[in-house]
């Protein structure tokens, strides 16, 4: 998990918050992330990479809210 959380550029703790993602970057999202990949970490980096860039470019604003 460590060696995931380095290997990530250093804004996507602040990104996921913004995004709404509860706890950013915590052990336990990258744990989660390991696990769905058997324990690869390239894989589970270039997929969390991508999920984080999303997240980036699509919710910029925050979460989007739930329609009523």
Known sequence: VAALKASLPADSHDILLKAGEDGGLSDRLLARWLVARKGDHKA?????????NWRKAFNANGPVPEEK
């Open 44 to 52: 589970a980096h270039a997929a969390l990479l991508k999920h984080i």
